[in-house]
């Protein structure tokens, strides 16, 4: 049984490369940069042998 409130939203999950917004709207840079300006958590999930390159 789901334990959110009724009518609460499930979670966003963008899968993002820790890149900055490219400028063009609607990416999951700005996703993740629009809700942490909100005060919106955002969990940053690395699988196991991801590494951030460059």
């Not at 490219?22 to 996703?31: I, L, R, S």
């Not at 940053?44 to 991801?50: F, R």
């Given at each position: 049984m789901d334990s959110r409130p009724a009518g609460a939203r499930p979670p966003r999950t963008p899968r993002w490369n820790g890149?900055?917004?490219?400028?063009?709207?609607?990416?999951?840079?700005?996703?993740?940069?629009?809700a942490r300006a909100?005060?919106?958590?955002?969990?940053?999930?690395?699988?196991?042998?991801?590494a951030r390159q460059g």
């Open positions: 890149q900055p917004p490219t400028g063009k709207g609607g990416g999951a840079a700005d996703v993740v940069a629009q909100a005060g919106i958590p955002v969990d940053v999930v690395w699988p196991d042998g991801a």
